[in-house]
C-alpha cells in the first residue's frame, strides 16, 4: 500500500484545513476543546491513526488497531435549532454511505451495506462504521457540531477485541481486498460536502425522508434496547428532529430519541 496524503483529501469547505495525528486521546475530544475555544475553523478535520480513548455513545468505547481505520472529526456550524441536531448525524450516516458507494461500488455491489438508526452504517448486517455526532457552543455563544467517524478498513478480524468479532465488520472482511484510505477519505469529505450544501441551501426538511429511504426500515418490525428497557413495535417512520416513531401492539405510538435499535 502507497504512504497515504490524506492531507489533499480536502474539498472546498469540508476538509479545507486536515490535520493528522499519530496518537490522540480522541478526535472528538480534540476538536471540541478547539471549538470551543474558537481555535478551529468550520470544515475543520482531524484525522487520527490510533485513538487511546476512542468513544461511542454514552460513553462506550470505539476500538482500532493503529493504522487500520479511517478515524476522524469535522467540524461543523450549521444554523439549526437546537431539537433538529441529530438531523446532523443522520445527514453524515448518509453522506458516509454514499461516499462509500461511490469510492467502493465495484468491490461492494454484492454486499449488504445499509443504515441503521441513528448513526450506524452496518456491512453484512454487522457494524462497519460508527458515528458520534456532539453539540457544543464557543466561547462566542455560538453552536457547532463534532461529527466523529470511525470506518473500519482493512482489519482482519483477529483485529476486533473479542466480544465484537460476532458483529463488528471492516472493508476488508468484506471484499477481501485492502483499501487506500485516501481513496475513502476524499470521496466520503466530497459526499459530505454536497450533503451539507444541501443543507445550507434547502434547510434540514430534507433529511429525515432522505434517511427512511435509504435505510428501508418503515414497516419493519423492530426492537429498541436503551439502559432501562427494551421495547418492539413497528417502525412508521422518523419524525422530523429524526426520532423514530414506533407503532406499539397496542396500536398507541412511540416517539424514540435515543437507543440501540435490533
Ligand atoms: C458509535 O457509538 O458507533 C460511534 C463511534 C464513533 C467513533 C468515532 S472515531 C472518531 C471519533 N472520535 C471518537 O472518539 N469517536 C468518533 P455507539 O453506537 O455507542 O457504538 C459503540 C459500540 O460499538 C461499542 O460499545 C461496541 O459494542 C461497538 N464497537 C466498538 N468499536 C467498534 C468497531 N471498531 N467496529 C464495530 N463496532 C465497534
Redesign the pocket.
Known sequence: MPKEDFTSCGISLIGRSIRVLPEVS????LLKAEAEECLASEGTVII?EH?T??????D?????PPGK?L???LLLYPEIPGDKMQLIGLMASLAVLNGLEVAQLKHLNHQIIHLKWP??ILGTKR??C???SEAGVDKNGRRFTVV???I?VNQTLND?PE??RN??TSLYIMTGKKHPRTTLLKSILASMEDHYNRLLNEGVEWIPQTWLERAGIRGKKVEVKDSNNTISGTCLGLNPDGALQLMMPDDSIQTIYSG?VS
Not at 53 to 58: D, I
Not at 60 to 64: P, Y
Open positions: 480522541s478526535t472528538n475530544e487520527a485513538q480513548a476512542g468513544r461511542g455513545r454514552l462506550r468505547v470505539w476500538e482500532s481505520s478515524l476522524f472529526s448513526n450506524d457494524k462497519l460508527g458515528i458520534l466523529g467517524i470511525g473500519n476486533f466480544p465484537l458483529t463488528a440501540d
